[in-house]
């Protein structure tokens, strides 16, 4: 069992930060890749960012020069920090995983519960 807890959400005026953490843990041989969906109220949910282990990392075109995603592969961590909020960006965001739980096993997709990020105009 894998399990994905996210932290870090909350209220912000427009322009204002926010960092979003994200902590793996259970049976994890090895994680391919983390990252963050988000979910609009009343749309799909979206890729926000990405970051495989070897350090690629892979934005959505809304939020590119606003956000950055980091990791730490040893703690099996990965952060969110988010600039220049707009109103735009309020969603549910998901922490993401791809995990491997043996060497011959996976990638298994995993998600967090989500955490709210409200920006106020």
């Known amino acids: 069992q894998v399990k994905l807890v996210e932290s870090g959400g909350g209220l912000v005026q427009a322009g204002g930060s926010l960092r979003l953490s994200c902590a793996a843990s259970?049976?994890?041989?090895?994680?391919?890749?983390m990252g963050w969906y988000r979910q609009p109220p009343g749309k799909q949910r979206e890729l926000v960012a990405a970051?495989?282990?070897?350090?690629?990392?892979n934005y959505a075109d809304s939020v590119k020069g606003r956000f950055t995603i980091s990791a730490d592969n040893a703690k099996k961590m990965v952060d969110l920090q988010m600039n220049s909020l707009k109103p735009e960006d309020t969603a549910v965001y998901h922490c993401?995983?791809?995990?491997?739980?043996?060497?011959?096993?996976?990638?298994?997709?995993?998600w967090g519960q989500g955490t709210q990020v409200t920006v106020s105009s």
């Open positions: 993401y995983a791809q995990v491997h739980t043996a060497w011959n096993r996976g990638p298994y997709e995993y």
């Open positions: 259970g049976n994890i041989f090895n994680i391919d890749v």
């Open positions: 970051r495989t282990s070897g350090g690629t990392t």
